[in-house]
């Protein structure tokens, strides 16, 4: 059937040539597609100009600025994106999108593509330290996806993972592990519960809102001194563990006097009940009357054991203050009772991980020391 020479969907053959615009650019028809500019440029379509205005682009009311906006929606490059049904900006929120998930997030680059070790996974996220994980697996109180849960195991992002049947939020990512430096009184307890109601060093720490302290070794209820707290099970672990030998000294107060044969004793090293033990170095520190103070370092952290060092030689210890924790010193201006956190280069530093790129304050405040906190512990 032949189609009416007046038909709107197909103007005169004779219109449908090319305009000849060499007067008006300055330059011979049918250029180059990088030589015409980008508002006049022709569609890919070879049919597009069939729907075309004959009469040219014409801009809305509104001046010049409907040009910029795109001029005739049917010869915009994003047409088919609005004949998709696409808001226009959706491309624009795309890309926003894109670069928000690309870098916008902080932990977006150090997300784990391969599953990681249930222990580690749980350590990381403040759970427990990896050695109190593994007792948990035993005794069945992790499950993942709803099965018990193996020594050994690994999971992923898509893995469900109870503990005492509640459900533990994971993040995949590397995060920055928080490190508390606490001067510990006399007449605290390590411990977040104590039978006999006395007071724990738990009650002076700032409330986390995921996670848990964990605290660093142990200290006795008559000791004082340098205590550290994590929220990463993996540096608790790594700062705690017999084979990385993180050497602790304390300062000890003797009744009494060493004598040669007695220090060297100490230094060679002696039987106790659970086995040989000694120190690294000993120095004496001077004293008045019968009170004489030693400085003392071991690799170790069993329980009382520079106590029972000293009374294994038949000298008693009447205080006893740690002042340093592997490359951790005791500031001397944290007094007991108090506590700090340690800033967050110095935390990754001391978790073997890669200090954060942060963007370089300009402002004097960062250049003051850490900031010390006292906190009243709660009456029971």
């Known amino acids: ?30 250029a180059r597609r990088e030589d015409v500019h980008a508002d006049d440029a022709q569609p890919k379509d ?22 910029r906006q795109g001029g005739d929606p049917a010869r915009r490059p994003d047409a088919h994106k609005s004949a998709l049904g696409q808001p226009d900006g959706s491309e624009r929120g795309a890309r926003a999108r894109t670069a ?37 697996v035993l005794a069945g109180r992790i499950s ?6 193996a020594l050994g195991q690994k999971i992923g992002p898509g893995d469900r993972v109870k503990v005492n049947g509640k459900l533990v939020p994971l993040r995949f990512s590397q995060r920055s592990p928080r490190v508390l430096i606490y001067h510990k009184p006399e007449g605290e307890i390590v411990s977040r519960d104590d039978p006999d109601g006395r007071p724990t060093v738990f009650e002076r720490l700032p409330i986390l809102r995921k996670g848990r302290w964990l605290a660093v070794g142990r200290l006795d209820f008559n ?26 000294e304390y300062a000890v107060r003797v009744l009494g006097e060493l004598n040669e044969e007695q220090a060297k004793s100490l230094v060679e090293g002696l039987q106790l009940a659970d086995g040989p033990a ?28 520079v106590r029972r060092m000293f009374e294994a030689i038949g000298l008693t210890v009447s205080r006893l203050m740690r002042v340093r924790y592997g490359t951790v010193e005791l500031p001397a201006r944290l007094k007991r009772g108090m506590w ?41």
């Open 1 to 30: 059937m032949s189609r009416k020479p007046n038909s709107p969907l197909r103007p005169p053959q004779k219109k449908s040539d090319p305009v000849d615009n060499s007067d008006r650019f300055g330059r011979a028809p049918r």
């Open 46 to 67: 070879p049919n597009a100009h069939l729907n075309a205005d004959p009469r040219g682009v014409r801009s809305p009311r509104g001046g010049q600025a409907g040009v």
């Open 100 to 136: 928000q998930g690309q870098g916008g997030r902080r932990n977006a680059a150090g997300a784990l593509s391969e599953p990681e070790r249930l222990q580690k996974v749980l350590a990381q996220a403040g759970v427990g330290s990896r050695r109190e994980i593994e007792e948990w």
């Open 144 to 149: 993942v996806n709803g099965l018990p849960a």
């Open 223 to 248: 000791t004082s001194g340098l205590l550290l707290f994590t929220n990463d099970g993996d540096l608790a672990n790594r700062l705690m563990h017999p084979r990385y030998e993180m050497e602790r």
């Open 278 to 305: 000694r120190f690294n170095s000993l120095r004496n520190e001077g004293g008045e009357g019968v009170n004489h103070w030693y400085r003392v370092t071991i690799s170790e952290g069993r329980n009382r054991e």
């Open 340 to 380: 700090m956190e340690m800033p967050e280069a110095e935390a990754c530093q001391l978790a073997g991980l890669p200090a954060p790129v942060r963007e370089v304050p300009k402002d004097e405040r960062a250049k003051r020391p850490p900031k010390m906190h006292r906190t009243t512990p709660t009456t029971r």
